[in-house]
Nanobody, 115 residues
Framework: QVQLVESGGGLVQPGGSLRLSCAASISIFTINQMSWYRQAPGKQRELVAS???????DYTDSTKGRFTIARDSTRNTVYLQIDSLKPEDTAVYFCYAAKIGASYWGQGTQVTVSS
């Protein structure tokens, strides 16, 4: 079992930045891939960014440029830096971890972009 705890969400003005954190209960080197997803009101959950155990990162076409995923293996934590925030970035952001044969979700952290 892997516990994922997200933090760092909040209310931010358009143009601002946030760094979300996802702390895992086990070494992130034992997790094949960790990802950030988001779900806006009335919409489906969508992939934002991923990082695998080798440290390779991947983004979607809509998140490339303003979103940066990174990890700190000493803290078993994956981060999502979001810059130049827009109102359409408002969503609950979820951390996801995939191991062989199992996957896990965090409880989510709310990001609201509004003036």
């Amino acid at each position: 079992q892997v516990q994922l705890v997200e933090s760092g969400g909040g209310l931010v003005q358009p143009g601002g930045s946030l760094r979300l954190s996802c702390a895992a209960s086990i070494s992130i080197f034992t997790i094949n891939q960790m990802s950030w997803y988001r779900q806006a009101p009335g919409k489906q959950r969508e992939l934002v960014a991923s990082i695998n155990s080798a440290g390779n990162t991947d983004y979607t076409d809509s998140t490339k440029g303003r979103f940066t995923i990174a990890r700190d293996s000493t803290r078993n934590t994956v981060y999502l830096q979001i810059d130049s925030l827009k109102p359409e970035d408002t969503a609950v952001y979820f951390c996801y971890a995939a191991k062989i044969g199992a996957s896990y979700w965090g409880q989510g952290t709310q990001v609201t972009v509004s003036s």
